[in-house]
């Protein structure tokens, strides 16, 4: 029992980290933007290159504290988010080293439960800091923390290794870096006017001419960087494919709704984050039930209906206006942070529901590149929607007009997820879930 609490606890210290980073920043978006001279939403620049790239991660740490300027900050957050990039992978993989399949969808609860609390503290946390003190501060307090992961990985975790030893993919490391931040820089980019328009195409050119090549590479290749033939697996298809589109609207929210709360409804940044924190205590709320909701349904049935209904409470945050009272906003976020919460987690248990040992290292790397991808891509295209408002509108002042199609579009993005979720059988994952095949399944969705 010790063994299956604290390991996944100790992992969730680095996860409580990087999702803490990732919202506490959101409301600080704004005063950020006044010190340093620019536009708060030319900083999805600093969000996506911490997605993007997620000892490292406290250095850009430091760094982020002392940026004066746009560029230093990108900078520096490009470089948090290199060491942040390999939290993630790198404890899912231990989760999954270490115990039964039968066991995952448990040990991922514990996993996923603490790490909540970094989301739940952020908005509040970083609202309160840059509101009473200054923004530098909040990315101080990732030290003490990181030390403690340190310290208790140390202690604590067991040194695993891989089975068999394989060629680094250097060929295949730069073509995917250059191709994946290529393409979602560049994207990126488009519109906030920080670059040139040649830059800006180019960025994307290059992208797009690097990711075709590595795709050529990876099928000539024995142990590619990522293993494009784990999309022949249907479950593993479903999660990173489907996973993908819905967290380009869950991705936009953390970043539109602090915008919308403080340039829109003149909130402060602690009452802003206040209010978004309702988002991630309705996802630690829902935490205890998603076993029984698996074992009852499945995970076809839970992913196709689940993410209408997660989409259709992002949606109503289109809504929300300047007279909205309050708990009506908290009890939108609390309900839609309790679908949204169950839909991640399906996600993230299902795609290894076909994976073998051998193959797992590979999976939990391509897993983290589409989940890290598809964020930053919801934050460009939830930005891009409110520039494009505010370009077409009579004036240049973001108001709060501005931030309701950009609810609706990513809600519609997020809603189109059930249609790749539809493709999955019936059975799909029913180890994971504990369930047991009906006797009339055909064999191959018995075996999930």
């Known amino acids: ?55 490292i991660f406290m250095v850009g740490s430091i760094g982020c504290a002392m940026a004066h300027s746009l560029g230093d900050f990108v900078i ?23 115990f039964d399949k039968r066991e995952i969808v448990s040990v991922m609860t514990w996993v996923t439960m603490p790490a909540l609390i970094g989301p739940i503290l952020g908005p509040p946390v970083g609202g309160f800091i840059t509101t009473y003190f200054t923004w530098h501060w909040i990315f101080v307090i990732n030290i003490p923390i990181g030390l403690l992961g340190i310290a208790l990985a140390t202690q604590f975790i067991p040194d695993m290794r891989g089975d068999e030893r394989v060629p680094f993919d250097f060929v295949g490391f730069a073509l995917a870096g250059i191709g994946i931040g290529g393409l979602a820089f560049g994207l990126t980019t488009a519109g906030v006017n920080y670059f040139p328009t ?81 988002t991630a205590l309705g996802a630690m709320s829902m935490k205890a039930v998603v076993p029984y909701i698996l074992r009852q349904y499945g995970f076809r049935t839970t992913l196709v209906v689940n993410a209408v209904l997660s989409a259709a409470f992002l949606g109503a945050c289109a809504a929300f206006r300047p007279g909205t009272p309050v708990v009506i906003m908290m009890a939108v976020l609390v309900i839609g942070g309790f679908f949204r919460s169950l839909e991640f987690t399906c996600i993230n248990t299902i795609a290894y529901a076909e994976i073998d040992q051998r193959r797992m290292s590979r999976a939990t790397s391509l897993v983290s590149v589409g989940q890290q991808l598809s964020m930053s891509t919801g934050i460009a295209i939830g930005a891009l929607v409110v520039e494009l408002m505010v370009r077409f509108s009579d004036h240049d002042v973001i108001t709060a007009a501005n931030f309701p199609p950009a609810f609706l579009f990513v809600a519609a993005v997020s809603a189109s997820a059930t249609f790749v979720f539809m493709q999955l059988p019936h059975e799909a994952g029913a180890e994971l879930a504990n369930r047991t095949p009906g006797p009339t399944e055909p064999a191959d969705q018995r075996m999930g």
């Open 76 to 98: 520096a957050r490009f470089i948090q988010g290199m060491g942040g990039a390999m939290m993630s992978p790198v404890g899912r993989l231990v989760m999954l080293r270490s």
């Open 1 to 55: 029992m010790f063994r299956t609490r604290i390991v996944p606890l100790i992992v969730a210290v680095a996860l409580f980290m990087e999702n803490m980073d990732s919202t506490i920043i959101s409301t600080a978006l704004p005063a950020i933007a006044r010190d340093i001279g620019t536009n708060p939403l030319a900083l999805k620049l600093a969000i996506t290159s911490y997605l993007l790239a997620l000892a």
């Open 198 to 278: 040649s830059v800006v195409a180019a960025l994307v050119t290059v992208g797009t001419i690097s990711t075709i090549a590595y795709v050529r590479h990876s099928n000539r290749t024995p142990a590619p960087l990522l293993d494009l033939s784990l999309f022949k697996l249907q479950t593993f298809r479903a999660s990173v494919l489907g996973g993908f589109v819905f967290r380009i609207g869950v991705g936009a929210l953390p970043f539109l709704l602090p915008l919308l709360l403080q340039l829109g409804f003149n909130m402060t940044p602690f009452e802003s984050g206040l209010i978004t924190f309702s």
